[in-house]
C-alpha cells in the first residue's frame, strides 16, 4: 500500500484543488495525496511528513508524529511563528523556475526606474512632453539585498544585462562580476552607492525594519528602491517620508505588512509609490510539485529530510 500524504493548504485557498490534483499526479507513482480533512485516525497519526501551505496550525498539530513539513513558499516566516520550536522541521520551497521567474521580475521593475517610466507616466498625465537624461545600465548601480536563491540569480541577470551590481548578505559571497559585502557593517556602503536598491531578504526577527528613517538617510539622494521580499522588512512610514521629502525617487512594493493592501492604505494613491499585489515570483505548481515529490521520494525510500530552515537563524 502506497503511504498517504497529508496536504495542509490555507483553509481559503482557490488554488487548493489545482495543488492537489498537481501533486497528486507527481507523487502517484509512490504515494497518495490526501486533504487534512479527508484522513483517517490512523492516517494521520502514521503522517511523518506534509505538504503545507499557510497551514491552519492546529490542522499540524494534529498530525502528531510528523518529522518534517515541506512548504510549498519560498518565505516561511509565518510557519516559524505558528509552529512550535520543537515542531516538524520546515522544509521551504527553492525551485529553480521560481529564481528565474523572481530574475526576471527585478529586471522589468529596474528597467521600469532606470528608463524613467514612473515620472513618463506621470508627464502624459500633465500633458507633458520633456526629456531626461539618460544613463547607461553601466552608469546605473543596483544593490540587492539577500544573495540567496532569489537574490543570486537577480543580480546576476542585472549584471548580464549591463548595470553595475552591488549585492549584500548575511555571509559574503563570492558572485562574478558583483562587487558583494556581509554582514551588518556592510549594508551602509551598499546603501551609500546604489541608485536602485533591491531587497530580497526573508523576513526574520533581524530583517523586520531593517530599512527605516536612518538607513534612508544613507541611501543616494533620489535613489529608488524594489521590495519583493517581504512588508515588514521596510518600515512604511519612514519610506513615504523618505519620498515625500525627495530623499528617495520612487518605490516598487510588491509585499506589504497587511495583504492584500486595505482600499483605505495611503500607499495606493502615492505618485512615488508602484502597488503589485504580490506579483513578481508565483509559486508555479507544475514545477514545484515535481520539487515536492523529488524530496518526497527521497525520503520515502532513502529517509533523507532536505535542507530545511534552521529555527535559530529565522531562515
Ligand atoms: P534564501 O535563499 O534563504 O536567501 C536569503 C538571503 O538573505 C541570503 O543571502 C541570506 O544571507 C540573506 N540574509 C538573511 N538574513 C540576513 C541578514 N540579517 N542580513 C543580511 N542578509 C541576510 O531566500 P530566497 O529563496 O532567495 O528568498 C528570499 C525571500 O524572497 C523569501 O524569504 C520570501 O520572503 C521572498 N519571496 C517573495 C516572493 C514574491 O512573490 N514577492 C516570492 C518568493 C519569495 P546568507 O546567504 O549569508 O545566508
Sequence with gaps: MKPVIPFVPEANSHEKDVWQRDLANALEAFAVVKHVSDLTDRERSGAKVAIVANPDPA????LPNLVWVQSLWAGVERLMTELPPDGP???????PQMA???????????LYLHRDMPRYRMQQRQAVWQEHFLKTPAERTVGVLGLGKLGSASAQRLSANGFTVLGWSRSEKDLAGIKCFG????????LEQSDILVVLTPLTAETRG????????????????????R?????????????????????VLDVFDEEPLPPE????????ITVLPHISAPTITSTASKIVADHIRQFLTEGTIPDHVDRNRGY
Design 59 to 62: 490542522d499540524v498539530a494534529a
Design 231 to 251: 512588508g515588514p522588512i521596510i518600515d512604511v512610514d519612514a519610506l513615504r517620508a523618505a519620498l515625500d521629502r525627495d530623499q528617495l525617487s520612487h518605490a
Design 210 to 229: 531593517m530599512l527605516g528613517a536612518a538607513e534612508f538617510e544613507y541611501c543616494k539622494k533620489n535613489a529608488a528602491l524594489i521590495n519583493f521580499a
Design 100 to 110: 528565474e521567474t523572481m530574475s526576471e521580475a527585478v529586471l522589468a521593475w529596474t
Design 183 to 190: 554582514g551588518p557593517q556592510g549594508l551602509i556602503p551598499v
Design 265 to 272: 492604505s495611503p500607499l495606493w494613491q502615492h505618485d512615488k
Design 89 to 95: 522541521r520546515i522544509v521551504r520551497l527553492a525551485d
